[in-house]
């Protein structure tokens, strides 16, 4: 009775049960690959709440001390402040060692939710029109969480993580022109600088997740003005959204995905060591650990900088370092193309139609062949970047690895690329002739059109109406459809 007074003296003064009414009926697509943006929604949940447990005792500064907490390898020792207090929050605070693994596993759930949610928008052309704009905010989140992911492993100053931000610095000096001052103006002067570990901090506990917390409201803000693609199947059109209501059966599945989430990080936490500093030591600049890899997101730019020949130009007084080309132009070239890609595929199809219905990867073999390159390619520089691993695990010198990942980036992913797009095509053959097969499989193939039609849940209950703008019908073709052409 309380609850439903207090509801109806907001609502008088609000008038916002008009809106949650809609709000809470809205109807979302059942698809499983369209959870993994609820993944990355959650992880960062959990990435900000165990960061601020982890900020009630982190000190971000460099300044010696004398070691005294109850790891007794240092007991006595010089070290950080930064360090020292890693330490401490791994073995005196209470949870520490938990919460911090609990972090770092979040950190690398998030970043590769974000990487299968982008491959899903790419490989279905979720991203064409009117969605491109959501694309670039989704491409602009990927750079963020790699960045915060980076300041974040390079605070703790211990001897890997020193050896992270110290190649960060050589590749900030490798720019020509500018590189010296960008380095010394970002670190604060000449590395191992005393400003870097405080700047690092306030980036990212501050800066970097507000752009991210931003960017990830206006993200889901415009997910859910433009409403969710969906899948071609029986009932699907242009212009209608089948699924559930958002209240209660989407609400209630997704909640539990929160709770499994983080029963899966609390686990991972407090069960699988990741990052164990104490293990490397505190950063000493005359000393590497080995072996030494980043986390997995930015594993790909340690292999191209592993593999890439070392190529140096010099011309009119300037040097174009070695580390230029494989660590600052090969990721702007990759970051460039997917900025670009909707663009450039609009202008090669000359498709600018609306597109609320997805394609299936067989539909597209040209763009899907182009992914699946891109993926080898990124995938083995993965790889190379752990060229030492490899060779001890084979018995090999590094120099045979080195150049035997030299010759897979430039070979496999070409033949992935052809050997998808063939599958692609032949798929799409055999599907189409199977579906010729059917009686009435031409006619089947052509929905009717359902412009302005009843969204409808999968109760069958109608709700609002599909403001979706006109589109063709499913099998239409499209000015140009498709880039095999
Ligand atoms: C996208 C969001 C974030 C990512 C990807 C991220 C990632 C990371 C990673 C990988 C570490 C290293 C953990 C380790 O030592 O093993 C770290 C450390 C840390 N993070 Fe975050 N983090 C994020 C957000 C936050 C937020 C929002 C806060 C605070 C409000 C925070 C506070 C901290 C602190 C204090 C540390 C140092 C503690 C330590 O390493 O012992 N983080 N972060």
């Not at 990487?115 to 959501?134: C, D, S, Y």
Request: glycine letters at 8%.
């Amino acid at each position: 009775m309380i609850t439903r007074r207090l509801f109806r003296w907001f609502d008088d003064r609000l008038g916002a049960a008009s809106f949650a009414r809609s709000a809470l009926n809205k109807v979302f697509p059942d698809n499983w690959t369209f959870m993994f943006v609820e993944i990355a929604m959650y992880c960062f949940l959990i990435l900000i709440l165990t960061g601020i447990y982890l900020t009630f005792f982190f000190v971000p500064s460099s300044h010696p001390i004398i070691y005294t907490g109850s790891y007794a390898p240092f007991r006595g020792l010089p070290v950080s402040e930064a360090y020292g207090s890693a330490l401490r929050i791994s073995f005196d605070v209470r949870a520490g060692l938990v919460m911090r693994q609990m972090h770092h596993w979040a950190a690398n759930v998030f970043l590769a939710a974000i990487v299968v949610h982008l491959a899903r928008v790419f490989f279905t052309g979720a991203f064409r029109k009117p969605r491109e704009i959501n694309w670039l905010i989704g491409v602009t989140l990927l750079l963020l969480a790699m960045a915060n992911g980076f300041t974040g492993y390079s605070l703790p100053d211990d001897l890997l993580s020193g050896t992270g931000l110290r190649i960060f610095y050589s590749l900030t000096l490798s720019i020509p022109f500018v590189g010296t001052w960008l380095a010394f103006l970002f670190f604060g002067g000449e590395f191992p600088s005393h400003d870097i570990l405080s700047r690092l901090f306030v980036l990212h506990v501050l800066i970097v997740p507000a752009l991210l917390l931003g960017l990830f409201s206006v993200h889901l803000a415009l997910i859910w003005h433009q409403k969710h693609t969906q899948f071609p199947t029986a009932g699907r059109t242009e212009t209608n959204v089948v699924g559930s209501r958002f209240w209660p059966s989407y609400a209630m599945r997704s909640i539990g995905l929160l709770f499994a989430i983080a029963a899966v990080l609390g686990v991972l936490g407090g069960l699988a060591q990741i990052n164990p500093v104490w293990l490397y030591g505190p950063f000493n600049a005359s000393a590497v650990t080995s072996p030494a890899q980043p986390d997995w997101y930015l594993g790909w730019l340690e292999g191209a900088l592993r593999i890439f020949p070392p190529w140096e130009i010099r011309a009119f007084g300037h040097t174009l370092a070695e580390p230029f080309f494989p660590a600052i132009v090969m990721p702007s070239i990759t970051f460039g193309v997917l900025y670009a890609w909707p663009f450039l595929e609009q202008a090669v199809t000359k498709d600018r139609a609306h597109h609320n219905l997805l394609d299936r990867p067989h539909d597209r073999p040209v763009r899907t062949a182009i992914g699946a390159t891109a993926l080898a390619f990124y995938g083995l520089l993965l790889l190379a970047g752990s060229n030492d691993v490899a060779a001890r695990i084979f018995h090999l010198p590094v120099s045979a690895v080195t150049r035997g990942f030299q010759i897979l980036v430039l070979v496999v992913p070409l033949l992935v690329g052809f050997v998808v797009h063939r599958l692609m095509r032949g798929y799409a053959r055999s599907r189409a002739e199977r579906f010729m097969e059917v009686p009435f499989g031409a006619f089947l193939g052509r929905p009717v059109e359902a412009r302005g039609k009843a969204v409808t849940a999968t109760d069958g209950r109608p709700t609002a109406t599909a403001s979706a703008p006109p589109a063709p019908a499913l099998g239409d073709p499209a000015p140009g459809d498709g880039l095999e052409e």
